[in-house]
């Protein structure tokens, strides 16, 4: 609720004035401007007699503020009850101070007043009310002297912060007031705000003085405009792949899997973000970050040091999550989701109470593990999170988004898997399961992921959004359904069709939701582009899940799926054809994508980052052009070359193999024969 500024409606001349209240924490009671201007009242027939003769003394002209005459000078300061008052340049600004304790402003408790100090919660004033700040100020400081001595308990800690933040919020200062001057310029907001990482969760607990505020993680990367485009008549339709490049076997997975008949229904566009109150933030953020960063080492989660250690890889493109899952005794989505919403300051900025984060995360972990799966598993979505931690992060497209919106891709990467049965969504139709009837065949897997999430998140120990307001949870709640539900696989062609046909326009404006969704979906699919010993243990696995599908499907009676055979599956070749049909185009339209969107943004901010003496990361410049070009960091290039060459080389000994038991095979016929 903002407290806005009261206005007189008393003649000043020909204007009006303004009286302006400033808050400080020692206020005890309200005055009315009825009871203020009595204060102020002499007489009514002095008030008509000035009012019916306004007079002027020199070029000094006289002013009637509330029935008492002031002559117009720069200011004039007098007390009434224990409240100053201040008038400058006809506006009367009020400083109110409690006259009953005699304190200057600036003074702060006794420890005689904190020892007397209740913190019972059940009988406070409204948090709208001025009293409230006398009582929210008081509190704060007994808490914090409290938390010193470690003798305050937790549930008392949590009632009076919720209380003191409630308070910032209703006095905040209302900045969609134009308080400028009629020749006053407005100024111009910044063009990129460059955000910043928290310390590790870890790291602050390792810390042995609170007091000391680590350096925060610098994540300045910025992305460079764009060097090459892709065309958009360079398609990757199945209907352009030569009949020969793959084997049949490759090329009807790759057309059960990533095609569609039906296509991809248009989203109604959303819309635009609304920004809260600057000061609001100022106060509330800064205020309350405070405070709970004086209480960090005891309410956030504790790390064991093994998955301390694995984490402080957690910024690298092949991340071992693997060794996570062994640090953390088969809890990597626990630890991982946890410092991610740290790290990005998620768990502040939205109100999120620890316990409540570590439930939620715990049991998206159950979740995962319901089904034990080899491939679809909370092993898969720590990976997930983790890439997509890498494409904000390191490749700067955290700037462009907001707060809410990334909160949405970190949680969106961590349930876009949750509770997956280990078959596809063919094999659900195909099978008629009650997920398919409840669903109608429609993404099938990604709407019960979906779905199962949000039911979890309705319960009270696992809501992580109870600090959401309406906006922001319809928001919040419109990303994440976007995000995972571009996870289907058989909306892949589509969805890379239209954002390379986006990219080709001359000034494309590419949404915010399409982006976040392609880039976890190149996450999704991206353990071809990492290490080759984390690909080849994905594609282990990921073949495991398959071929037990395709004993379920031997059982039922059902058509094998393709590369669900356990007796007839070409490993190397369906690789081959995965990373250059699928991944390895997908991964190229995705930093297309982050170019084209961050590379203006990175331009607008060259400049100051030069005079600063900060040089853009990978800077690239030729002599034959005068501006210099950006590219972010690729990574993954390197490990798909270095995969799929390896892959060949398998493919290559495997036909070798097959090729001689075939001959051996009709070598021994005929003697049998004989």
């Avoid at 933030?281 to 709970?292: C, L, P, Q, S, T």
Wanted: aromatic content about 8%; hydrophobic content about 35%; overall charge negative.
């Amino acid at each position: 609720m903002d407290k806005k500024a009261v206005e007189s409606n008393v003649p000043l001349g020909q204007g009006r004035g303004q009286v302006h209240r400033e808050r400080t924490p020692d206020l005890s009671s309200d005055l009315s401007f009825e009871e203020l201007r009595n204060r102020f009242d002499t007489s009514a027939t002095v008030r008509r007699e000035i009012m019916s003769k306004p007079s002027t003394h020199g070029s000094a002209t006289r002013q009637i503020v509330s029935g008492k005459i002031f002559k117009k000078c720069k200011s004039a300061t007098f007390q009434i009850d224990g409240a100053t008052y201040t008038i400058e340049q006809g506006a009367l600004t009020i400083v109110r101070r409690s006259s009953s304790r005699g304190k200057t402003e600036s003074s702060p408790p006794t420890d005689e007043q904190l020892d007397q100090l209740d913190l019972d919660t059940e009988h406070l004033p409204a948090v709208d009310t001025p009293d409230a700040c006398d009582k929210a100020a008081l509190r704060l400081r007994y808490l914090l002297r409290q938390l010193n001595r470690g003798e305050i308990p937790a549930e008392t800690l949590q009632k009076n912060l919720q209380y003191a933040a409630k308070v910032l919020e209703a006095v905040y200062i209302d900045e969609t007031k134009d308080r400028r001057g009629p020749e006053q310029p407005r100024m111009q907001p910044a063009t990129l705000h460059m955000r910043r990482l928290r310390t590790p969760c870890w790291a602050r607990c390792s810390v042995e003085k609170p007091n000391e505020a680590k350096p925060a993680v610098a994540r300045q990367q910025s992305a460079p405009t764009l060097v090459f485009r892709r065309l958009a008549d360079e398609d990757d339709e199945l209907s352009e792949v030569q009949p020969d490049a793959v084997p049949p076997e490759v090329r009807e997975w790759l057309a059960s899997t990533f095609t569609r008949q039906l296509a991809t229904a248009k989203r109604k566009s959303d819309e635009k973000p609304k920004f809260r109150s600057v000061a609001h933030a100022i106060r509330a953020g800064i205020f309350v970050d405070r405070i709970y960063r004086r209480v960090t080492n005891t309410a956030l989660m504790q790390f064991p040091q093994d998955v301390v250690r694995v984490l402080k890889t957690l910024d690298e493109w092949s991340f071992d999550v693997f060794a996570l899952h062994d640090a953390s005794a088969g809890q990597p989505v626990k630890y991982l989701g946890y410092e991610l919403l740290n790290r990005y300051g998620m768990i502040h900025k939205f109100k999120v109470p620890p316990t409540i984060l570590e439930n939620f995360l715990s049991r998206i972990e159950e979740g995962y593990c319901k089904f034990h799966n080899p491939y679809h598993n909370n092993l898969h979505a720590a990976d997930v999170a983790q890439t997509v931690h890498y494409m904000l992060c390191q490749t700067g497209l955290m700037n462009w988004l907001s707060d809410l919106e990334i909160f949405a891709t970190l949680v969106a990467a961590v349930i876009h898997d949750f509770e997956h049965t280990g078959t596809t969504n063919n094999f659900h139709v195909m099978s008629g399961s009650d997920t398919a009837l409840l669903y109608n065949d429609r993404a099938v897997l990604e709407n019960h992921h979906i779905s199962a999430a949000f039911r979890l998140i309705r319960d009270e120990e696992c809501n992580i959004l109870q600090n959401l307001s309406r906006d922001e949870f319809r928001e919040f709640r419109t990303l994440v359904i976007d995000m995972v539900l571009a996870t289907d696989m058989s909306f892949h062609f589509q969805q890379l069709k239209n954002m390379r046909s986006l990219l080709t326009l001359a000034e494309p404006t590419v949404d915010k939701s399409k982006a976040v969704s392609l880039v976890l979906h190149c996450c999704d699919i991206s353990h071809p582009a990492k290490r080759w010993d984390l690909h080849h243990r994905w594609t282990m696995s990921l073949l495991d899940e398959f071929f037990l599908q395709g004993d379920k499907e031997r059982e039922l009676g059902l058509p094998f799926s393709p590369l669900c055979d356990r007796n007839n599956t070409l490993v190397a070749e369906s690789q081959i054809g995965f990373i250059d049909f699928i991944v390895e185009p997908s991964m190229g339209v995705c930093a297309d994508m982050l170019e084209c969107i961050l590379g203006p943004l990175h331009s607008s901010t060259k400049n100051s980052s030069s005079s600063a003496g900060q040089e853009p990361i990978n800077e690239e410049s030729t002599g034959a052009e005068p501006i210099s070009k950006f590219k972010i960091k690729k990574p993954w290039v390197a490990c798909l070359t270095d995969n799929k060459k390896i892959w060949k080389e398998q493919a290559a000994k495997d036909a070798e193999a097959r090729a001689k038991l075939e001959e051996e095979t009709n070598g021994t016929s005929p003697p049998t024969e004989e």
